[in-house]
C-alpha cells in the first residue's frame, strides 16, 4: 500500500515569506507527527495529532509554526516569516494510534531560505 | 541536553564483517528503544526495537543488546552487507511522560565496503 506522502520535495524560499507543507498519512493511521532535522542533528519533534484530540504542539520552536489536520488524513505545516534557521529537513511520520512504537515516516520536505 | 546520544558519526567497515553501531541515553524513564535506518532523500524507517524488559532482541542480522545498568544499547549487524550503507538512528521512547514522542539521536553514518 502507499506510504506516507509528502509535498513538495524541495522548497526554496525568500527571508520573511511564508511556506506551507504537505503531508499525507498512511490510510487508517490515526496518529501524525512533525519533526525537523537540521543539517548534522537528530530528528527534533515538533507537534502530534492524535484523532480528534487536542494535537501537542510542545515542540513547535516558535508561534511563526502552525499545523493543523484534517480528520484522520492530511496535514499541513505552515511557517510564517521564514527565518534563515528554519532551513532544515521537515519530515512526517504516522502510526496506528497512540500506543504504537512503530512511525513510518515519509521522505520529508527539505526546506531551504535564502 | 542530549538524551539520546550516538557518539560516533561514522562508521566504516568491510563486508561480511559485524558493524557495531552505539547509543547511549541519560533519561531512566525510557522505557522502549528503536533503530531506523535512513538512505539519502529518504524518510528513516523502521528497523529494530527493543523493551526495557529485555536485554536483546534479534532479527535476522540484526541484533539489538540494551544494558539498562550502562543506559547504553547496540546494534549489531552480522554479516555487514553493502546495501547496509546508510545513517542509522537510535529513538528512545520516555514511559513516565508523554507516549508518543520518540527522543532521536544525531545518527551514524555506516558505510559497508564490497
Known amino acids: 500500500g502507499a506510504g506516507v506522502s509528502q509535498s513538495p520535495s524541495n522548497k526554496v524560499t525568500e527571508k520573511g515569506k511564508d511556506v506551507e507543507l504537505r503531508c499525507d498519512p498512511i490510510s487508517g493511521h490515526t496518529a501524525l507527527y512533525w519533526y525537523r532535522q537540521r543539517l548534522g542533528q537528530g530528528l527534533e519533534f515538533l507537534i502530534y495529532f492524535q484523532g480528534n484530540s487536542a494535537p501537542d504542539k510542545s515542540g513547535l520552536p516558535s508561534d511563526r509554526f502552525s499545523a493543523e489536520r484534517t480528520g484522520e488524513s492530511v496535514s499541513t505545516l505552515t511557517i510564517q516569516r521564514t527565518q534563515q534557521e528554519d532551513s532544515a529537513v521537515y519530515l512526517c511520520?504516522?502510526?496506528?494510534?497512540?500506543?504504537?512504537?512503530?512511525?513510518?515516516f515519509g521522505p520529508g520536505t527539505r526546506l531551504t531560505v535564502t | 541536553d542530549q538524551q539520546v546520544k550516538q557518539n560516533s558519526p561514522s562508521l566504516s567497515v568491510q563486508e561480511g564483517r559485524i558493524s557495531i553501531l552505539n547509543c547511549d541515553y541519560t533519561?531512566?524513564?525510557?522505557?522502549?528503544f528503536l533503530w531506523y535506518k535512513k538512505y539519502p532523500a529518504e524518510g528513516p524507517t523502521f528497523l529494530i526495537s527493543?523493551?526495557?524488559?529485555?536485554d536483546k532482541n534479534e532479527d535476522g542480522r540484526f541484533t539489538v543488546f540494551l544494558n539498562k545498568s550502562a543506559k547504553h544499547l547496540s546494534l549489531h549487524i552480522v554479516p555487514s552487507q553493502p546495501g547496509d550503507s546508510a545513517v542509522y538512528f537510535c529513538a528512545a521512547r520516555d514511559g513516565g511522560g508523554s507516549n508518543y514522542k520518540l527522543t532521536f539521536g544525531k545518527g551514524t553514518l555506516l558505510t559497508v565496503n564490497p
Open positions: 527493543i523493551s526495557s524488559i529485555k
Open positions: 511520520a504516522s502510526s496506528l494510534g497512540r500506543a504504537s512504537y512503530e512511525q513510518y
Open positions: 533519561n531512566s524513564m525510557f522505557d522502549y
